[in-house]
């Protein structure tokens, strides 16, 4: 039996079980920042309650039980064991407060997504297919001020008015991306790494880009968008993979 049908008597435990998955895969390919960096879940109805990953742990190892639930209204919150640090409160805290369609939540520094965040222009063109499921739906925040303590957080969460922009390029930063669901918004994050990794490897040539037209990347972008259950089997089949090496992420 996969161990992700063994459920402990823990609240959300569904949820839990693919976030720690998505943390574990984030770990596998890269894509985290040692003991830095959170991913976040909400779990009421007007998203200010939510499960993140406890204070500096590392993401190979985040287990189903072990994340906490946070509530982004309680400053009283930070108190609890584990209570996120302060920077993890204030960018997550402040975009579920002010973005209630930011059901979930991943912020990571990941090489490529950071590189692109770096460049004096951070937006990404759709100069292939990866790119372009991004088409119209990233914004750039050039106002970065430092660590993402609550005001900060709070100016980063109100970037996101656009419900059709899911992916922050957050400039000299890293990226945020956000979402319905676990799978939803992890196959955001492993695509856009990829596509921001395409366009920097296309860049280090030095030779003209081939850039697709506004037509195409927007009728692209729409496709990718309602595509049928690409990002629910992208999870399943991390857990699978998980679950045949007998991982305790479900634990």
């Not at 063994?6 to 998955?21: C, F, G, M, S, T």
């Not at 509530?71 to 002010?98: F, Y």
């Not at 922009?165 to 799978?183: E, R």
């Not at 089949?237 to 634990?251: H, Q, R, V």
Request: overall charge negative; charged content about 25%; aromatic content about 8%.
């Amino acid at each position: 039996m996969s161990v992700t049908n063994l459920k402990p008597n823990i609240e959300h435990w569904q949820e839990r079980v693919d976030l720690a998955a998505a943390f574990r895969w984030t770990a596998r390919l890269n894509m985290h920042e040692a003991v830095a960096n959170h991913f976040s879940l909400s779990i009421n109805e007007d998203g200010t309650r939510f499960l993140m990953n406890p204070n500096q742990m590392h993401f190979a190892r985040i287990r189903a039980s072990d994340l906490i639930v946070v509530d982004a209204n309680d400053p009283e919150t930070l108190n609890e064991p584990g209570a996120p640090d302060p920077t993890a409160w204030g960018l997550h805290g402040g975009l579920h407060r002010h973005c209630a369609h930011a059901r979930c939540a991943m912020h990571v520094h990941s090489t490529h997504a950071t590189v692109l965040a770096s460049l004096a222009d951070s937006r990404l063109p759709p100069i292939d297919q990866n790119g372009a499921m991004f088409y119209g739906r990233h914004v750039v925040d050039e106002g970065y001020g430092g660590l993402a303590f609550e005001d900060e957080g709070e100016r980063c969460a109100r970037l996101f008015h656009d419900p059709k922009q899911k992916v922050m390029i957050m400039g000299n930063h890293g990226v945020m991306v956000i979402g319905d669901t676990v799978a939803d918004t992890f196959n955001r994050l492993y695509y856009f790494e990829r596509a921001a990794e395409t366009y920097i490897r296309a860049l280090q040539t030095g030779r003209p880009l081939r850039v697709l037209s506004h037509e195409v990347a927007a009728k692209t972008a729409e496709e990718i968008e309602n595509y049928p259950e690409q990002a629910d089997r992208h999870l399943t089949e991390i857990k699978a993979l998980l679950d045949a090496e007998g991982s305790d992420y479900a634990s």
